[in-house]
């Protein structure tokens, strides 16, 4: 168990620029979420799938996010034409398919829009 | 709408000092209340799961505990190294953990 992986883990980009973020799950894990957290602010939901099939999507997603889980496997998280107001550390977390199954975190992307 | 609310939002301990973290949830059907701890620049640690009402679970230093409203999580004889945000989250009958804002614990010696 390698545990939840992200990449990068820091992110500077001009603001209208397109970024990319990718985590790689716990393998056993057929479960993954995005969150986003702001500072001094809990994570806040964004979307996630079960395998490769994306259940649910945050009313407050802006439609300039997309993700995908090609495969059930990693997981992509795209936002185009940032704004200032992305800048967040953008959480992965993995879990079993149980309802009461802990999130495992990943240690998140810092995203800076400037 | 599932909510979480954890109080107080910081709190100063001496070393040795023991205190409790409260988390308050309103939660349709509540299938886990997750507590977790989150160091700087990282992602949230998972430390607990509590099911049910009258249940406790303890790791080291740290105590949860879970009523039908709210949970505690009890520190006792805290170190520096505990110093962390400490973040609860509820599962209720969707399977996105609803998360509060947290509770920053600094631990001086």
């Known amino acids: 168990d390698t545990g939840v992986s992200q990449d990068p883990r820091h992110k500077i980009t001009k603001r209208g620029q397109n970024v990319t973020f990718r985590c790689d799950p716990i393998?056993?894990?057929?479960?993954l979420y995005w969150y986003r957290q702001t500072l001094g602010q809990g994570p806040e939901f964004l979307t996630y799938?079960?395998?490769?099939?994306?259940?649910?999507k945050s009313r407050l997603l802006s439609d300039r996010f997309s993700a995908e889980r090609p495969k059930g496997s990693f997981s992509t998280l795209e936002i185009q034409r940032t704004e200032q107001g992305d800048s967040a550390m953008y959480l992965c977390?993995?879990?079993?398919?149980?309802?009461?199954?802990?999130?495992?975190f990943g240690n998140g992307t810092r995203l800076t829009v400037t | 709408e599932d909510q979480v609310t954890q109080s107080p939002e910081a709190l100063r301990l001496q070393e040795g000092e023991s205190s409790s973290l409260n988390c308050s949830y309103t939660?349709?059907?509540?299938?886990?209340l997750f507590w977790y701890r989150q160091d700087p620049g990282k992602g949230p640690e998972f430390l607990f799961t509590?099911?049910?009402a009258g249940e406790e679970k303890e790791k080291e230093r740290l105590k949860a505990t879970l009523t039908k409203k709210e949970s505690f999580l009890h520190i006792t004889a805290p170190k520096p190294e505990d110093s962390a945000t400490y973040l609860c989250?509820?599962?209720?009958?969707?399977?996105?953990?609803?998360f509060g804002r947290g509770t920053s614990l600094i631990v001086h010696p």
């Open positions: 977390a993995s879990s079993f398919q149980d309802y009461n199954s802990p999130l495992h």
């Open positions: 393998s056993e894990h057929n479960r």
């Open positions: 799938f079960q395998n490769e099939a994306q259940l649910e």
């Open positions: 939660v349709s059907g509540l299938r886990g």
């Open positions: 509590l099911y049910s």
């Open positions: 989250a509820s599962g209720g009958g969707s399977y996105i953990p609803t």
